[in-house]
């Protein structure tokens, strides 16, 4: 029997300037396509991958194509970081210790129906490393709001903009007294790859939180998707920082913070805020860098 065509991809966008590690189905502009591309390029091929229920998984297998070019499950939503301590368990019982057990999994994976597993892997400190790409909304089924969605940000399940803030995982899981934990951005390559390869380092439970937009849910030209994910960063929307065996370290701080409404003016999902709304949000993002300091 002939083999089937292969199916068409749509094209990255030009602004990804990565090796094309990986060639998957994502749409254009999508931010969890450089911070998987990225991993792949940092660890493989010394490692295995676990996916749970995403459009990540849904951009990593397609039909026959498999985007990745190492061992790649595809396992259900709730329990990705369970998968991945027997996995890693196997390959350490057949003594092959160097190969890097991984989750790449999405928000609501993670901070939502994945969250007991997640925790239950970090406080056994189980030797693997665990990935979030966060594009703040569950996609891969129409983005309904996460737990992890930002506070205001419109979405199908809250017309009127998210009534609660932001769940702050990163934080949950250094609370865990994990050895490596660690926020990125897919504007911040250079950090992210640093990060990634102290995280393949350490041993036991290793966390990486990655901004990862979806110009689709968060509304904004396919082509900015590197622009809006820098603006999260400068405006300290999003803050880059590590805990390293628990010592907390900002990996990037803005030379001047830029205003919160040149983050929230690229995007429609903040389309509706008014400018007194924006002021609470600039005031809450103030707030957090004052304790931070
Ligand atoms: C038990 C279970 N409930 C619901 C679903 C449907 N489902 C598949 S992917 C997904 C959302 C995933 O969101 P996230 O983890 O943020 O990844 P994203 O799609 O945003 O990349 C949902 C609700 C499922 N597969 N299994
Ligand atoms: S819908 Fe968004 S997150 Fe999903 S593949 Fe497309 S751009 Fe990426
Ligand atoms: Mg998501």
Request: proline share 8%; with cysteine; glycine share 6%.
């Amino acid at each position: 029997m002939p083999a089937p065509a292969p199916l068409p991809t749509i094209p990255r966008s030009r602004r990804f300037s990565l090796p094309p590690v990986m060639k998957g189905t994502a749409c254009e502009g999508c931010g969890a396509l450089p911070a998987a591309d990225l991993l792949a390029e940092m660890l493989g091929p010394r490692m295995a991958v676990i996916c749970p229920a995403s459009c990540a998984a849904t951009f990593s297998l397609s039909y026959t194509n498999a985007s990745w070019k190492v061992p790649f499950i595809h396992w259900i939503f709730e329990s990705a970081p369970a998968a991945a301590t027997g996995l890693r368990h196997a390959y350490d019982a057949r003594g092959m210790r160097d190969v890097h057990v991984v989750c790449f999994a999405g928000d609501s994976g993670t901070a939502d129906i994945g969250f007991q597993a997640l925790s239950g892997a970090a406080s056994r400190n189980e030797n693997i490393l665990y990935i979030c790409y966060d594009n703040e909304v569950a996609m891969n089924t129409q983005g309904q709001a996460t737990s992890s969605s930002p506070a205001r940000a419109r979405t199908p399940t809250t017309p009127k903009g998210v009534p609660t803030l932001k769940k702050n995982v990163p934080k949950i899981m250094a609370a865990h007294g994990a050895p490596y934990v660690a926020t990125a951005a897919v504007s911040h390559l250079e950090d992210y790859r640093k990060k990634l390869r102290r995280a393949a380092r350490i041993r036991g439970f290793r966390y990486l939180h990655v901004l990862t937009p979806c110009p689709i849910a968060w509304g904004y030209p396919h082509q900015d998707t590197i622009e809006v994910t820098r603006a999260a960063v400068e405006t300290g929307m999003w803050i880059l920082y590590e805990f390293d065996q628990g010592r907390m370290k900002l990996t990037f701080r803005p030379k001047r913070r830029r205003p919160v409404k040149e983050y929230v003016g690229l995007q429609r999902r903040f389309g509706h805020l008014t400018p007194r709304e924006v002021q609470i949000l600039q005031k809450k993002v103030d707030r957090d860098w004052r304790e931070l300091r």
